[in-house]
């Protein structure tokens, strides 16, 4: 009778401890919790990650203008059960920051862009426009990543080789139209394609007048003025705007850039649906380059 007891209570440990096996290996598997407050740093998480993340993108919708964006009990909910939390910063999602103070997350880790590229408040806070930016962010993530599952470093250490092979040819885009268009002057109704211009090497113009817009505060007079000279008088190649703020003032400029042959191109603060951050990138520096090209015959 001994000796059955003591059988049926090997059974039981080795049972107990085969399903305490098993849960450790769900738990390895569980897909790490992911938040972004933007949806082309979830897209950039989601290529890293692959299967291993679930990543909610806060704003996702390209027809809003981000800057109207209020949090809601969902977005806090979402933060409550994520393990990372990828974000802007430099103001630009400042609901996060408030999100994050009020919902302490067990452990959360957070990869804020503007800190890993030394932008602080009052910088043009569009930093995914910077060709440098998303690299850095996506070191950021995979090694994160990396840390906290270590059983799947070899499918994240190929993702995270796979994607900076993949922003390479938005590299070489800005080089060639650095090389056809430095110096060329073009105008914007806001900041957002900002780093972007500047790494071609563009002349911009206007830079108050994006700055104001941007802030929601009417531009001066004589700001006005200035930006309906340079569209008039063609003294400037193409119009850059925001599609998601289209206010009065932005639809008079498109306007008179229209009447007088100027170019008009749409950027966006948002990734569109159906598109990557990569082929977003590079649809938006193939109409830039068709419309100077157009501007250069």
């Given at each position: 009778?001994?000796?059955?007891?003591?059988?049926?209570?090997?059974?039981?440990?080795?049972?107990?401890?085969?399903?305490?096996?098993?849960?450790?290996?769900?738990?390895?598997?569980?897909?790490?919790?992911?938040?972004?407050?933007?949806?082309?740093?979830?897209?950039?998480?989601?290529?890293?990650?692959?299967?291993?993340?679930?990543?909610?993108?806060?704003?996702?919708?390209?027809?809003?203008?981000?800057?109207?964006?209020?949090?809601?009990?969902?977005?806090?909910?979402a933060l409550?059960?994520?393990?990372?939390?990828?974000?802007?910063?430099?103001?630009?999602?400042?609901?996060?920051?408030?999100?994050?103070?009020?919902?302490?997350?067990?452990?959360?880790?957070?990869?804020?862009?503007?800190?890993?590229?030394?932008?602080?408040?009052?910088?043009?806070?569009?930093?995914?426009?910077?060709?440098?930016?998303?690299?850095?962010?996506?070191?950021?993530?995979?090694?994160?990543l990396v840390?906290?599952?270590?059983?799947?470093?070899?499918?994240?250490?190929?993702?995270?080789?796979?994607?900076?092979?993949?922003?390479?040819?938005?590299?070489?885009?800005?080089?060639?139209?650095?090389?056809?268009?430095?110096?060329?002057?073009?105008?914007?109704?806001?900041?957002?394609?900002?780093?972007?211009?500047?790494?071609?090497?563009?002349?911009?113009?206007?830079?108050?007048?994006?700055?104001?817009?941007?802030?929601?505060?009417?531009?001066?007079?004589?700001?006005?003025?200035?930006?309906?000279?340079?569209?008039?008088?063609?003294?400037?190649?193409?119009?850059?705007?925001?599609?998601?703020?289209?206010?009065?003032?932005?639809?008079?400029?498109?306007?008179?850039?229209?009447?007088?042959?100027?170019?008009?191109?749409?950027?966006?603060?948002?990734l569109p649906?159906?598109?990557?951050?990569?082929?977003?990138?590079?649809?938006?520096?193939?109409?830039?380059?068709?419309?100077?090209?157009?501007?250069?015959?």
């Open positions: 009778m001994s000796k059955l007891v003591a059988v049926l209570s090997c059974v039981a440990v080795f049972c107990a401890s085969l399903c305490g096996s098993v849960s450790a290996q769900t738990a390895q598997t569980k897909p790490v919790q992911v938040v972004a407050a933007e949806n082309f740093y979830g897209d950039v998480v989601r290529q890293l990650g692959g299967a291993h993340v679930a990543v909610t993108s806060i704003l996702s919708n390209p027809d809003e203008d981000p800057h109207l964006f209020e949090a809601s009990p969902k977005t806090a909910r409550q059960n994520a393990a990372l939390v990828v974000y802007n910063g430099a103001d630009y999602d400042p609901w996060m920051d408030k999100l994050l103070g009020a919902s302490k997350g067990n452990g959360r880790t957070s990869i804020v862009a503007a800190q890993l590229t030394g932008k602080k408040s009052g910088d043009n806070p569009h930093l995914w426009y910077d060709p440098a930016t998303m690299p850095t962010v996506a070191k950021a993530v995979s090694a994160y840390q906290t599952d270590p059983a799947h470093k070899s499918d994240y250490d190929a993702r995270l080789q796979a994607f900076l092979a993949s922003v390479k040819p938005i590299d070489d885009k800005v080089a060639a139209l650095r090389s056809h268009y430095k110096g060329v002057p073009v105008t914007a109704t806001e900041p957002v394609f900002g780093y972007m211009s500047d790494a071609i090497g563009l002349d911009m113009h206007n830079a108050r007048f994006q700055l104001a817009t941007m802030n929601d505060t009417e531009p001066s007079a004589s700001d006005i003025a200035q930006f309906e000279k340079d569209l008039r008088e063609r003294r400037v190649h193409v119009l850059i705007y925001n599609s998601q703020a289209t206010g009065a003032l932005t639809k008079r400029m498109l306007k008179i850039a229209h009447d007088a042959h100027v170019p008009s191109i749409s950027v966006t603060e948002t649906a159906g598109k990557t951050f990569q082929t977003w990138m590079t649809s938006q520096l193939d109409t830039l380059a068709a419309a100077l090209q157009g501007q250069a015959q």
